[in-house]
């Protein structure tokens, strides 16, 4: 960015995170700005920083959570790393006011030699426990089957790897980096109208936010499923957790044409800027 | 959430470093970070805060320690007056001044980038080690892969051994058979990044030596020279390393720890000084300084 302007962001955060028993209470206020091509980033300093007091988040939240997958029944999987946040945030830029509040739920679950990521925006207890006991009931890997559904959660983290590949929208809802709504619009090979700012320490970039598959085909119901990630994205391998009839299995899915998209409503994740899961169909 | 409801008595399925001691009670940062490219500044950033436990809690705020910041700014200045005369590389300075307790430290590094690759230093090496960088990208790549026996040069076998030896350490993985005539010394301290980081048992440095560990230098070889990152996995025990340059270019080593402990077969000299480790894990960067002497080892690609 070029822009002579000072372009000043200010934000004002709270936060209350658990990351593998250890408890946080973080409160910090920062500002940001670019000018003549070079991004400043610092706390704000004084009376600024205590100028817009947040509410505290809920960390009575986080604490459920945390004690529900660590109290759990099912036995046959183990957690190797949870980090449960809840948080609250208010933002200041281009002459706009936004408060925003998040929840965060990562999990690393273990049934050695597997291991399943997830990354959700609510604390989902159900949810996480339901991959878990598939993990505790996985066995043999096997080839990929001929045709496979993807989770929500799957097809989520897989949006932003279809940029160009897939006909997709930018749904509307909340605001950018820079303050500016996030309207509906077609994901082009153009730059994209919004800015991704994760922190304000961070220089914002161009992005499409909140990503969304557009439906399109028919999801094969009988189709075995993938209901897991088993490692990172990694160029055009999916290495996942599959369930197809009775049979859980890990297998290995170098993923080419999106046959379908479903129509049920989707489930933003916290992958990127934001992509909207719905099952799709390789 | 009150004081004392955390979980870290009972976690015992959850990885073996959230049971690690907890570290200093009070802990101070202040830090600066600035990216300049070809001499240009483009990116500057002022990092303070405090954090202290308060029963099992961590309470952390940007609360600015004005010692800490003139250590840090003090430090930063002195690591600027280098940036000019590396004027076609990028280069990302951190400087870093903490309080742990009552127990004040200072630490600046440089990471230094040309076409790709990187060298992390300090203000006292940097000089040295962006020559070495220059000359290491200045080489073409000669010899096609190969399954050759792997010379580990200018202290880099310190990231196989930071990955193989000291991650394996912190995550308490069991033991195996490394020769008689190696120590490795990667003593772990409670670190952390930031004040809004949960501190974690990490290595304060890798010390590789050798004892009586002669070898011939086959003509047929591998000799690497940089390394572009690595990682150890505790659930597979799988080591990975990915080589930045070397005579036969970039490539990547994925092996089990004891196919690397076996494949190590001879060593010479003294430790040498590794220009380098950033190691990044649960999403904190912590600099390691690492030495190691040349070390030989069996193909492993």
């Known amino acids: 960015m070029t822009d002579d302007r000072d372009e000043v962001y200010r934000k004002w955060g709270r936060v209350v995170r658990s990351e593998d028993g250890t408890i ?89 030699p597997l291991r399943v990521l997830i990354d959700l925006a609510s604390l989902d207890v159900a949810a996480v426990d339901a991959i878990g006991s598939l993990l505790g009931r996985a066995g043999d890997a096997r080839p990929a ?57 961070i220089r914002p970039v161009r992005a499409w936010l909140n990503l969304r ?18 490692s990172p994205i990694d160029g055009k391998v999916l290495q996942v957790l599959c369930v197809a009839g009775q049979s859980v299995f890990p297998t290995t899915l170098e993923w080419g044409a999106v046959t379908a998209v479903s129509r049920d409503e989707p489930v933003w994740h916290p992958y990127e800027g934001g992509s909207f899961g719905a099952e799709m169909m390789l | 959430m009150k004081p004392g409801s955390g979980v870290a008595g009972r976690t015992s399925e959850l990885r073996r470093s959230a049971l690690h001691p907890r570290g200093a009670e009070q802990f101070a940062i202040v ?93 006292a090496d940097a000089i040295a080690d962006y020559a070495l960088l220059c000359a290491v990208v200045a080489r073409t790549p000669v010899d096609a892969r190969a399954s050759l026996p792997i010379v580990w040069l200018h202290g880099s076998a310190s990231v196989l051994l930071h990955e193989a030896v000291g991650h394996a350490a912190e995550e308490g993985a069991g033991e195996v058979a490394w020769p008689e005539w190696l120590s490795v010394d990667t003593p772990l301290a409670s670190r952390r990044a930031t004040f809004r980081d949960v501190p974690q048992p990490r290595m304060t440095h890798v010390i590789a030596r050798q004892v009586g560990a002669p070898f011939v230098v086959p ?38 720890r004891s196919r690397i402990a076996a494949a190590l077969r001879g060593a010479t000299g003294e430790p040498i000084r590794y220009p380098g480790v950033i190691c990044s894990r649960e999403g904190q960067e912590l600099y390691v300084t690492s030495h190691a002497p040349v070390i030989i080892t069996d193909p492993l690609t």
């Open chain 1, 24 to 112: 946080l209470h973080v409160d910090e206020a920062g500002e940001a700005s670019e000018r003549h091509g070079v991004f400043r980033a610092s706390p704000i300093a004084g009376e600024a920083a205590g100028a817009s007091p947040l509410p505290a988040p809920d960390a009575a939240s986080v604490d459920r959570c945390v004690h529900a997958i660590l109290d759990r029944g099912d036995r046959s999987y183990q957690v190797e790393r949870l980090i449960v946040t809840s948080g609250i945030a208010r933002h200041e830029t281009n002459g706009v006011t936004w408060t925003e509040e998040t929840q965060r739920l990562h999990a690393s679950l273990v049934v050695p």
């Open chain 1, 145 to 201: 089957p001929p045709r496979v559904r993807l989770a929500p959660a799957i097809a989520a983290a897989l949006l932003p790897h279809l940029i160009g590949e897939l006909a997709m929208e930018q749904r509307e809802g909340a605001r950018d980096g820079k303050g500016q709504p996030v309207e509906r619009r077609a994901i082009t090979a153009g730059p994209p109208p919004n800015w991704y700012r994760p922190s304000y320490a």
């Open chain 1, 213 to 230: 598959a557009l439906p399109f085909g028919s999801i094969d119901p009988e189709a075995p499923v993938a209901v897991g990630l088993l």
């Open chain 2, 31 to 123: 830090s600066r970070d600035e990216l300049w490219v070809r001499g240009a500044l483009l990116e500057s950033r002022l990092l303070h805060g405090q954090a202290r436990f308060r029963g099992d809690v961590i309470e952390a705020r940007d609360t600015r320690d004005e010692a800490l910041l003139r250590t840090c700014d003090e430090s930063l200045d002195a690591a600027r007056t280098i940036v000019a005369g590396l004027r076609d590389a990028r280069i990302r300075i951190v400087a870093r001044a903490v309080r742990e307790d009552d127990r004040p430290a200072m630490e600046t590094t440089m990471s230094i980038t040309i076409d790709g690759r990187s060298v992390v230093t300090t203000p």
């Open chain 2, 219 to 256: 003509e047929a070889r591998i000799e690497v020279m940089l390394i572009g990152g690595g990682a150890y996995d505790p659930l597979t025990d799988m080591v990975t390393i990915h080589v930045a340059a070397s005579t036969c270019g970039r490539f990547t080593i994925r092996r089990p």
